[in-house]
């Protein structure tokens, strides 16, 4: 989710942090003197959340925590602002700042351990130190980088592909990797490099074209319907990006959808499928793409897996008069 509109403000979040954590803490107007023995220990956050389908186990992983500005025009570029925010205020949230999931995903399939993105690496649209945790989440959640069996990457954004490399070396030695040919061929393009240099689309493509295709030889490139692993398929959900892929993971009958960047906000873009996203490079498409796979995943009941859904990123969608609802996973995956 690259973007020149919606960058993280560092400066804001920072001093922000550094003033609250400076004040003294205040009732009624006076000072309260602290009398507790533990010191304050600050917020927390799980960074993992584990769950079994069928005989595969499935974790999701925290890549990036920062509050962007948002959702608008990340969700309805084409409508005022106002209108946008009024849909925040409807449902209880912040107007203007938001707190997107960065997700990648781990399948262990008893046969093979499969990631599905990368996350934003060390300059992605989170850079470090608010994002790029995938190499040391990798680590609290129980697994090393060596183990990675394969790749699956759902398009060629910089922050789904900026965790491939880490020191201009491959992150996962022993991987082999997989994409859309269709996302592939469009930024293994030079012509994507004559993109204005300040755009999403010359960042992605420099990006891809120093990470993804260096490792060509070791990739499978997809069509939909085609499997990237037993019981793992992929979906056409173009729009987003020319070639961009969903999958289908599947395992003794139960199933989940894992649908990339099929939504930015789980209100705005569930509530208003056809409203445009700043990022889809093909509007229509993209707002095409939402309504079908929404439209799936709850008359299939799948639980889905959304890229940018607020971290764990799992849940259940259910359709509205107007529009759909995420809701976000209790105990359903803990039977």
Same mark, same amino acid.
């Given at each position: 989710?690259?973007?020149?509109?919606?960058?993280?403000? $560092? $400066?804001?979040?920072?001093?922000?942090?550094?003033?609250?954590?400076?004040?003294?803490?205040?009732?009624?107007?006076?000072?309260?003197?602290?009398?507790?023995?533990?010191?304050?220990?600050?917020?927390?956050?799980?960074?993992?959340? %584990?769950?079994? /389908?069928?005989?595969?186990?499935?974790?999701?992983?925290? &890549?990036?925590?920062?509050?962007?500005?948002?959702?608008?025009?990340?969700?309805?570029?084409?409508? *005022?602002?106002?209108?946008?925010?009024?849909?925040? %205020?409807? !449902?209880?949230?912040?107007?203007?700042?938001?707190?997107? =999931?960065?997700?990648?995903?781990?399948? !262990?399939?008893?046969?093979?351990?499969? /990631?599905?993105?990368?996350? !934003?690496?060390?300059?992605?649209?989170?850079?470090?130190?608010?994002? =790029? @945790?995938?190499? %040391?989440? /990798?680590?609290?959640?129980?697994?090393?980088?060596?183990?990675?069996?394969?790749?699956?990457?759902?398009?060629?954004?910089?922050?789904?592909?900026? =965790?491939?490399?880490?020191?201009?070396?491959?992150?996962?030695?022993?991987?082999?990797?997989?994409?859309?040919?269709?996302?592939?061929?469009? @930024?293994?393009?030079?012509?994507?490099?004559?993109?204005?240099?300040?755009? !999403?689309?010359?960042?992605?493509?420099?990006?891809?074209?120093?990470?993804?295709?260096?490792?060509?030889?070791?990739?499978?490139?997809?069509?939909?319907?085609?499997?990237?692993?037993?019981?793992?398929?992929?979906?056409?959900?173009?729009?987003?990006?020319?070639?961009? /892929?969903?999958?289908?993971?599947?395992?003794?009958?139960? $199933?989940?959808?894992? @649908?990339? &960047?099929?939504?930015?906000?789980?209100?705005?873009?569930?509530?208003?499928?056809?409203?445009?996203?700043?990022?889809?490079?093909?509007?229509?498409?993209?707002?095409?793409?939402?309504?079908?796979?929404?439209?799936?995943?709850?008359?299939?009941?799948?639980?889905?897996?959304?890229?940018?859904?607020?971290? *764990?990123?799992?849940?259940?969608?259910? %359709?509205?008069?107007?529009?759909?609802?995420?809701?976000?996973?209790?105990?359903?995956?803990?039977?």
């Amino acid at each position: 989710m690259p973007s020149p509109r919606a960058a993280i403000t $560092r $400066r804001r979040l920072l001093s922000t942090t550094v003033s609250a954590l400076a004040a003294p803490a205040i009732i009624g107007g006076l000072p309260m003197q602290v009398r507790a023995a533990a010191p304050p220990l600050g917020p927390s956050a799980p960074t993992h959340y %584990r769950f079994k /389908l069928g005989d595969f186990e499935v974790t999701t992983i925290l &890549d990036a925590g920062a509050m962007i500005d948002g959702p608008w025009p990340i969700v309805g570029e084409d409508r *005022p602002k106002a209108e946008v925010e009024q849909l925040m %205020r409807d !449902n209880l949230l912040p107007e203007t700042r938001f707190q997107p =999931g960065f997700t990648p995903t781990l399948v !262990n399939t008893g046969r093979e351990l499969i /990631l599905f993105d990368t996350g !934003n690496g060390a300059d992605g649209f989170v850079p470090r130190p608010h994002g =790029g @945790w995938l190499a %040391r989440t /990798l680590k609290t959640a129980g697994y090393a980088p060596e183990q990675v069996d394969l790749v699956v990457l759902t398009h060629g954004h910089v922050d789904h592909i900026g =965790g491939l490399m880490e020191e201009g070396r491959p992150l996962f030695p022993n991987a082999r990797y997989a994409i859309g040919g269709t996302e592939y061929d469009f @930024w293994a393009s030079k012509d994507r490099l004559s993109a204005p240099r300040e755009g !999403n689309e010359f960042k992605s493509a420099r990006l891809f074209q120093q990470t993804v295709v260096p490792l060509a030889e070791r990739t499978g490139f997809l069509k939909p319907g085609e499997e990237a692993a037993p019981g793992i398929r992929a979906v056409e959900a173009y729009g987003h990006t020319p070639g961009h /892929l969903a999958f289908h993971i599947e395992s003794r009958g139960n $199933r989940l959808l894992l @649908w990339g &960047d099929c939504a930015h906000h789980e209100v705005a873009s569930l509530a208003r499928p056809e409203w445009h996203a700043f990022f889809d490079m093909e509007k229509e498409r993209g707002a095409a793409t939402r309504r079908r796979i929404y439209g799936m995943a709850s008359a299939d009941r799948l639980p889905v897996i959304g890229y940018h859904m607020t971290f *764990p990123s799992v849940g259940f969608v259910e %359709r509205q008069e107007a529009g759909y609802r995420w809701i976000p996973a209790s105990y359903q995956l803990n039977l």
